[in-house]
């Protein structure tokens, strides 16, 4: 439990209240309720949950450790089914519930569905999409983002792929979604300040029984390297089958989808041995560096999820962790519950350094993490033992 003097309490207390926000009495204590957006029914309920175990691992840290203020976490779930469509209605819910803090949802299209409504209201909120407008402080100003946004994607993993590699001849492979549709106009951008051009953009839909013709049309087009934008592993998974059954092994970076570790029960190891995907250099290793001791003992609480296990360097890439440790952070520091305090201290947040890299924010910039956060991994080094489950060996030159 935390030292607080009985003045501290009674201003936290009444900042907390006067705002209308997350204190309410449960079993005869004082708690913090936070809103929890995940499916938990629906196609997508099973390849969401793990993405929410950071949060878990935080809740679980922060509790253990007095809660916010001295009062636990609870956290109030919503089932939004994964459905943009149900975003709004319970986005109102949680608000007329009191609820001015929120973990979710996650998805581009879920999150700029709540936020549309959320950010007319008195809350703070993280969601979890890479679509680098949800960082746009003037036009979301509730919303922090606490992940890589596709921007900054592009430009790793094209600029590592023509810088690094050496690769001119770049040929884009995108799933058609609203993430593949973003992250290939920002490649496209990245390749243009180079004075190139893809060779071919191929767009593949998620229903496509086989991916051959798409490899086939990018290897005819000339290009020696691709930038892979599939965040789906079964799909990914028949890429690699495709260049195998071509036996075509160009350099291939991409998003951090590729990580999976299922991906590698699923595609032949000769297709993965040139293959790269963005990560955080928290997360990383090398021959003679080891990830630091926060991002050692996050591994050995996500080990025990099992859930986790598959997908654990996405998983650890998700943003509720260091969202709610940073929160507990500012609102110990403000002495204040109330949304509109938390977001003002947020936006003068410089350096604070998270599980997966070091977070700043403005007013205008709610992107939390700078570029130097991000590297490149190598696929196979989940093989190694320090992997961990979420830690990948960084790439030559990254």
Known sequence: ?????????????????????????????????????RPTTGRLASS??????????????????????????????????????????????????????????TGSSQSLSALAVGRTQNIVQAVYANA???????????????????????NAVVHYLIDKLGVKKVGILQENTAFGEQVTTASK????????KPTDIQVY?????????????????????IV????????????????????WFPPI????????????????????????SIHFRNLSFTATESPGPLQQEFAKKLQKYPEAEDGAAAVAAAPYYDFLHLLKKIIESEKSFDPKVIRTALNSTTGYAGLVGTYSFTPERHTGLSADALCMATILSAKSPKAEWCFRERAPGA
């Open 253 to 276: 970076c991409g998003h951090n989808g590729l990580l999976s570790l299922s991906l590698l029960k699923l595609a032949p190891e000769a297709a993965l041995k040139n293959v790269y």
């Open 189 to 196: 951008s990245v390749l243009d300040k180079a004075g190139l």
């Open 1 to 37: 439990m935390m030292n607080l003097d009985r003045r501290q309490v009674l201003v936290g207390a009444a900042a907390g209240l006067a705002a209308g926000v997350t204190l309410r009495r449960a079993r005869g204590e004082e708690v913090v309720r936070i809103g929890w957006i």
């Open 48 to 105: 969401f949950a793990p993405l929410y175990v950071g949060g878990l691992i935080a809740v679980d840290e922060i509790n253990a450790a007095g809660g916010i203020m001295g009062r636990r976490i609870e956290r109030v779930e919503q089932d939004d089914e994964a459905s943009p469509a149900k975003e709004p209605a319970i986005m109102r819910k949680l608000q007329d519930d009191g609820i001015n803090i929120i973990c979710g949802p």
């Open 205 to 225: 839909p998620l229903t496509a029984p086989d991916l051959n013709p798409y490899i086939a049309n990018l290897r005819k087009s000339g290009a020696e390297g």
């Open 228 to 247: 892979m934008w599939t965040a789906n592993t079964p799909q990914a998974a028949a890429v690699f089958n495709a260049l195998d059954s071509q036996q």
């Open 132 to 154: 680098a407008e949800v960082g746009d402080g003037k036009k979301y100003p509730t919303n922090f983002q606490f992940c890589f946004n596709t921007v900054q994607e592009a």
